[in-house]
């Protein structure tokens, strides 16, 4: 008697929360100006969630493929096969958002692939790192998430272990 009002109110819930998660065509900011919005944004009918453009300040230069890992693109490309198993990867974190849904999210580009195909959403219940650290994730790749108010993942990788490498000296 109570799904659809309790699933309306949850999917109300996380448009309210993600508000700042990429829905603005906007480069990414420190993470600490990557507060979500207090407004609910609204989304043509059938239209899924852009990914951020990376900050021109966030360099994706001589990201190193990670020791028997994947480039994002290769993600991308092999997500059929890659579908609920554990994926590891090396890039640069473009934007953050924390504690939505109980995790942190946040999207990561190593300089591969092209525009629709060179950014991952990241899900962890670790610490955020910051915008501009190279990470290595690690994590399960689920395909066709719908969250629902226009924030739909063809690829997504959940739960994932962060790890921050330290910045070249």
Not at 55 to 68: M, N, P, Q, S
Not at 123 to 128: M, S
Not at 156 to 162: F, G, I, S, T, Y
């Amino acid at each position: 008697m109570f799904k659809p009002i309790t699933s309306s109110l949850i999917a109300l819930a996380v448009a309210a929360t993600l508000g700042g998660c990429a829905k603005k065509e906007e480069a990414a900011a420190p993470a600490a100006a990557a507060a979500p919005e207090a407004t609910t944004p609204t989304m043509p009918p059938g239209e899924t969630h852009p990914a951020p453009k990376a900050a021109a300040e966030v360099d994706l230069t001589g990201i190193a493929k990670a020791e028997g890992g994947k480039t994002v693109a290769e993600v991308f490309a092999e997500k059929d096969a890659l579908a609920g198993k554990p994926v590891t990867f090396r890039g640069k974190v473009v934007k953050t958002n924390p504690d939505i849904m109980g995790k942190n999210w946040l999207h990561v580009r190593d300089g591969s692939g092209a525009e629709g195909t060179n950014d991952l959403t990241i899900t962890t219940a670790g610490a955020l790192p910051n915008v501009g650290d190279t990470v290595v994730v690690t994590g399960n790749v689920s395909l066709n998430k719908d969250f629902g108010m226009g924030y739909a993942y063809d690829v997504l990788v959940e739960d994932a272990q962060v790890t921050v490498e330290p910045a070249a000296q």
